[in-house]
């Protein structure tokens, strides 16, 4: 049966809620502030909610991380939120810093960084930089659909390609494809990979699962043409949602074999701060008649919390149903012969970007 109203539902949105998270002091928000459209009905449904997106100026565009269970330790977010509208997102409680809701805020109220390149060149020429690869895609999708517009993402790569400095890419869009001109003489140097997130080959899940992100279908096929292309294409499987998604894990597998992915890896759902109960709205409002079965089995495998933040356990998970998990994914792997090799990116290759003085030949 299904839960409460939810009178901040929106059509083609992820998120059913849009509170304000009280963890900073902040006051929470009622669905009739500032922050929402007016509340004219049209056809017993709110009007669709407007995207808007803020210029932001940022001092550096280089982040870095020290975490031991990520495989990267510098990363570029060319935006701030995503339209995407992916109700598992782990960026959306990054939205509660600018006193916005992890929730509608998150996929509406975007955040661009139109100097990022600037930025970058500058950060890539300063002395003693030791180059490593550097992950796009890891906090915000960098090919979303603002990507059209802005093109940063676009203007950072031209950068990394001048440099011949390394890059991995993860996103949820085949708009990777449009920049298949810089990514296939990169791939030449051997300078980047890029993953294609796949959660769901269903269009009734994806639909309410990510329902800005474009379907499976065209993944996959970017998937078969950046490998055909000659670069490197990965798919993530990235959230597992128990009892809504997991009983596709082997038929993604497959479909990445097929689209001639080097190979594939997954993640089983991590729910830190706001997100869980945004999740838990989310499923009162698609799944009410399996809601507590998926939150029993994903708290089984957090230590009988919604989220675990411990490394290591964190991207994996631990108990029966998080080996069950393993262990089916490991032998689909062997079945499909994915993960063969692992690919290094080079680093030896960098060259600094020249300042207004051309480098003497």
Not at 69 to 91: K, L, P, T, V
Not at 107 to 117: G, R, V
Request: hydrophobic letters at 35%; a positive charge; one cysteine or more.
């Amino acid at each position: 049966m299904r839960g409460m109203p939810r009178p901040d539902v929106r059509p083609g949105r992820g998120a059913p809620e849009n509170r304000t998270p009280t963890r900073f002091g902040l006051a929470v928000r009622e669905a009739d502030g500032d922050w929402l459209d007016a509340r004219e009905e049209q056809d017993g449904e709110p009007p669709p909610l407007r995207t808007t997106v803020t210029i932001e100026k940022p001092k550096t565009i280089i982040a870095r991380n020290s975490s031991p269970d990520i495989g990267f330790d510098r990363s570029i977010n060319a935006y701030r939120g995503c339209e995407h509208g992916c109700i598992y997102c782990f960026a959306r409680p990054t939205h509660a810093y600018h006193d916005l809701s992890p929730g509608l805020d998150f996929e509406s109220k975007l955040f661009a960084k139109p100097n990022a390149p600037e930025l970058l060149r500058k950060e890539l020429g300063k002395p003693g930089y030791v180059p490593r690869p550097i992950a796009m895609g890891t906090n915000t999708d960098p090919y979303q659909p603002i990507e059209n517009h802005y093109r940063i993402t676009r203007a950072c790569i031209e950068v990394l390609l001048e440099t011949k400095h390394p890059l991995t890419i993860t996103t949820k869009s085949d708009r990777v494809l449009r920049d298949l001109d810089l990514l296939v003489p990169m791939a030449e140097q051997r300078l980047v990979s890029v993953a294609l997130s796949v959660t769901s080959l269903t269009p009734q899940i994806s639909r309410t699962l990510e329902p800005r992100a474009p379907s499976a279908r065209k993944r996959m096929a970017a998937v078969k043409r950046l490998s055909e292309a000659g670069v490197t294409a990965w798919v993530a499987i990235a959230p597992v949602i128990p009892a809504v998604t997991d009983h596709e894990l082997e038929h993604i597998v497959e479909a990445a074999a097929e689209a001639g992915a080097k190979g594939v890896f997954y993640l089983p759902v991590r729910l830190p701060f706001e997100v869980a109960p945004l999740f838990r709205a989310w499923l009162d409002e698609h799944y009410p008649d399996r809601a507590e079965k998926v939150m029993s089995i994903i708290q089984s495998m957090r230590g009988g919390r919604d989220n675990d933040p411990n490394w290591f356990t964190r991207m994996q998970g631990f108990g029966p149903w998080a080996e069950l998990l393993r262990t089916r994914f490991q032998i689909a792997v062997r079945k499909h012969g994915l993960n063969q090799e692992k690919m290094k990116l080079r680093t030896d290759l960098f060259e600094p970007p020249q300042g207004p003085q051309l480098r003497l030949l």
